[in-house]
């Protein structure tokens, strides 16, 4: 397995990330510092499974760079991913909060570091900071609201439901440019089956908003000059 174990001492940048995610906004220095002391970071390929499935949950993740898909299977046996989530998020908590197997897999879309802290150091954090709670609270109620609006647009047409996935990613994990906001050019196939299309809807979909200079591509990114012009596509 192409893995590599990093200590926080090794890379300097490591210590910044952890403390940049959001769930760490605006807590106390001291309570960081005591809730990270156990973290420890690893290096990951592309396509590499960091989670399967009904495996215990013993940690709590935070990506730190990156970006990973959120997979489970239909009845039929088909591959479903669920989210894409990139640097800053965080992953694993249902299970050590609950107690239970992992519900879904994770796997890397890109080299990815992620750091892993011992969940038993999460619940602590969650039961002694309020603060800590109360992110957690807000990252539920977003995750929520984004699963709401992705099942509101299951009957809407094709451009829409591939609009809202670009606008969903780029309000989750977009970076400001001097050309707008650009997220990862993700493989076809992520795209379809966060949509729910086939793979050959999306690609003429994508082909009919580059045509319109609503995105723009390369090879590694997607870029959306103006998000209020995608977001009036859609129905």
């Given amino acids: 397995m192409d893995e590599r174990f990093t200590s926080r001492d090794s890379v300097p940048n490591v210590e910044e990330l952890i403390r940049a995610t959001p769930f760490f906004n605006g807590l106390p220095e001291s309570v960081v510092e005591r809730a990270t002391a156990h973290i420890v970071s690893r290096t990951h390929p592309p396509n590499q499974v960091i989670l399967l499935e009904n495996d215990w949950g013993s940690s709590v993740y935070f990506l730190l760079e990156g970006w990973v898909k959120i997979r489970t299977y239909n009845l039929d046996g088909k591959e479903v991913t669920l ?18 197997p992992r519900s879904t897999d994770v796997i890397t879309l890109a080299p990815t570091t992620i750091g892993n802290l011992p ?13 800590a709670g109360i992110r957690l609270a807000q990252l539920m109620a977003r995750r929520l609201r984004q699963v709401n609006r992705r099942l509101r647009l299951r009957e809407s047409d094709s451009t829409s439901r591939v609009a809202d996935i670009i606008l ?13 906001i650009e997220i990862p050019n993700l493989p076809h196939r992520e795209l ?5 299309l086939a793979r050959e809807t999306v690609t003429r979909v994508l082909s009919k908003l580059e045509k319109k200079g609503l995105i723009k591509r390369d090879r590694e990114t997607l870029c ?6 995608l977001e009036r596509l859609m129905v």
């Fill in 83 to 100: 989210n894409i989530l990139g640097s800053g998020e965080i992953f694993g908590e249902m299970a050590a909060l609950d107690e239970v």
């Fill in 119 to 131: 969940a038993q150091d999460f619940v602590q954090l969650i039961h002694t900071e309020p603060l």
């Fill in 168 to 180: 969903f990613l780029a309000e989750g994990q977009g970076k400001e440019s001097p050309q707008g």
């Fill in 192 to 196: 379809s089956s966060l949509s729910g």
């Fill in 224 to 229: 959306i000059p103006d998000v209020n012009a």
